[in-house]
């Protein structure tokens, strides 16, 4: 058995998918609205029997492969590393599939990390002031603190002793090329310095923070450079550990550093992760919406804490998350509060303010309200924060206690919001969306992927459709060709059951790709979930009937054409020959009516 077969033997393709967006159970499949196209109503489906997903809006599909490729934006290695490392599957090295830049530089990583993790231990300074953090060592050994060695090259010349070579060791962040008038060649980035692993959503170590321990060094802390590997805009320190603990909560909490997420962890809060003392982007946030829509923010009190703060809720508004803000009772940040008092930390998350509470306390003081010039001024502020509100809900409530606390009509307000609205929420429009442009499918195409489904997922009605279905009512040819070899193959296995049907759909079919014929698999459950069996077959007849009127009526309207060119070259044969073939058509169409 080869690695992919074994990782898909031990993985549920919907437990991959839960990762990434909410599924509903839908029979023995489940459904979702679809993460790669806008849409409303659920299309996309899940069959963990088949392992396999499909959309009916933008006609994606695939495995649990192809659906990490497409929502990862990474090629096969890097989906196969990452669902062999979910699965406990050694990947074999000489496997062709597992090789890419990405893989080794992720690998080098990894190295890199067990290297400076040992040092750890060997290092009685770096030791201490990990412990004078009040980490313990079960702390240490998850996050996988390490210690990088006051040299310019022992890194380096470890990873060299790995197999790696120079420029795979520069792209992974780890080493600084020299300047040209000192040489050539790299040395070792980090040095003397406790180091911070940086994991991705998965586990993967993609980078690394270092804080040094010289007193006299300027950069307190530096970071691995944009790589590859690692996207500094695209990852959320300690999300690989707090994923589930902000699902089980229903809620993150976003802090600044590194130690605040740790310290919290330790404290047992740990649906805690950092956007390492940058402010929020696009993309960390949507990461943070495959788990929650609901955040609080706990950045420093410092003015560089409260700037990127205030520049993260403007973000978190932006993609309609709720916002509350956290206030340390005792300390700078959360890592100095815990240290304080676990207590106060707890007591700081039960007093978080919605977002919009916070600037009404923080912008309505009481000498702003007292003082007109102030007030107009403090007004102005909080209708702009108002403003980014998307949800005219929402909105409305905020001008209303504006009005109250000012003592002013609402309309007044309304008319001054920046955006330069008249009045209250009125019925917001619909909004347009870019959809997928859909090939459009021919009558006979539908009526085919309607029988085929049915008959796929209920073997013991396709008996009926050997009798009462002729393979060329389908009339494009591949369809004939599939449905002809399909009713071959029941007459020679009569005893079929879905699952050898679906093995033979698998292996011998060569006609039909095995995308289209995944997606009909899991179509019953879109179009004729709750249907028995019996009920099914009554849906069968119809669809059958009304499939050979309509092919009957298709070619009374060619024989009539054929008809009377046959009559204008007085071609008497042909003129006989068309009026029987009419005759007859005519009578099945009668009986079928």
């Known amino acids: 058995m080869d690695n992919v077969e074994e990782i898909k033997q031990k993985l549920d393709i919907a437990d991959v998918i839960k990762e990434y967006i909410q599924l509903n159970k839908a029979g023995v499949n489940y459904k979702a609205c679809c993460p790669f196209h806008n849409e409303k109503t659920p299309s996309f489906y899940v069959t963990p029997e088949k392992g396999i997903f499909h959309c009916f809006g933008c006609n994606e599909g695939g495995d649990m492969f192809t659906f990490i490729q497409k929502m990862e934006g990474v090629e096969f290695p890097e989906a196969l590393r990452l669902l062999a490392k979910k699965a406990g599957v050694p990947l074999k090295n000489f496997d062709p599939r597992v090789t890419s830049i990405k893989n080794k530089l992720l690998d080098a990583c990894e190295v890199t990390t ?106 307190k802390y530096i ?92 973000l978190l508004f932006a993609e309609e998350m709720n916002i509350k803000i956290v206030e340390v009772i005792n300390g700078k940040d959360p890592d100095e509060c815990i240290m304080n008092s676990v207590k106060d930390w707890e007591q700081s998350l039960k007093q978080a303010k919605l977002v919009m509470q916070f600037y009404f306390d923080k912008i309505l003081t009481p000498d702003k309200l007292s003082n007109i010039s102030l007030k107009k001024t403090a007004t102005k502020e909080l209708l702009t924060e108002i403003n980014k509100i998307k949800d005219k809900i929402e909105q409305d409530h905020w001008i209303k206690k504006l009005a109250e606390v000012l003592q002013v009509n609402e309309s007044l ?143 009374l309207k060619v024989l009539s054409q054929e008809l009377a060119q046959a009559e204008k070259d007085g071609d008497q044969g042909g003129v006989k020959q068309c009026l029987t073939q009419i005759h007859e058509l005519s009578s099945q169409l009668d009986k079928l009516k």
């Not at 695209?234 to 993150?252: N, Q």
């Not at 489904?453 to 369809?479: K, R």
């Open 114 to 219: 067990v290297l400076w993790q040992s040092n750890l231990e060997l290092s009685d300074i770096a030791k201490g002031y990990v412990e004078g953090r009040g980490l313990t060592q079960e702390t240490i050994k998850e996050f996988k603190l390490g210690y990088a060695p006051d040299s310019w090259d022992t890194t380096m010349n470890h990873l060299r002793s790995e197999k790696f070579n120079e420029t795979e060791i520069f792209q992974a962040g780890l080493t600084v090329q020299k300047d040209k008038d000192k040489g050539t060649g790299y040395y070792d980035r980090f040095r003397d310095r406790i180091i911070f692993p940086i994991q991705d959503v998965h586990g993967n170590v993609i980078g690394f923070t270092g804080r040094t321990l010289k007193k006299e060094e300027n950069a």
């Open 413 to 555: 307000l309304w008319e001054s919001l920046p955006s330069g609205r008249k009045s209250g929420p009125t019925r917001p429009q619909k909004k347009q969306v870019d959809e997928p442009q859909l090939k459009v499918k021919s009558r006979e195409r539908q009526y085919f992927e309607r029988i085929m489904t049915i008959l796929f997922n209920y073997p013991e009605l396709i008996g009926y459709a050997v009798e009462y279905v002729p393979g060329e009512v389908f009339e494009e040819e591949e369809l004939v060709a599939f449905y002809k070899t399909f009713i071959l193959y029941y007459t020679k296995h009569k005893d079929l059951t879905k699952q050898t049907l679906n093995e033979w759909l698998e292996t011998e079919n060569q006609i039909l790709t095995q995308g289209y014929l995944n997606s009909l698999l899991l179509y019953v459950d879109q179009e004729y979930q709750g249907f028995d069996v019996d009920q099914l077959k009554i849906e069968l007849i119809g669809l059958v009937k009304t499939l050979k009127i309509n092919y009957s009526q298709g070619r």
């Open 223 to 314: 970071n691995t450079p944009e790589s590859p590997i690692y996207h500094k805009g695209r990852v959320l320190y300690g999300l690989d550990k707090a994923k589930r603990a902000i699902r089980d909560a229903g809620y993150v909490v976003i802090v600044e550093g590194n130690m605040d997420v740790i310290s919290a962890h330790q404290a047992g809060y740990k649906n805690v992760v950092a956007c390492s003392g940058t402010a929020l982007t696009g993309d960390q946030i949507r990461l943070l919406k495959r788990y929650t829509s609901n955040v609080a923010l706990c950045f420093d009190t410092d003015d560089a804490g409260q700037n990127a703060a205030k520049r993260s809720v403007d």
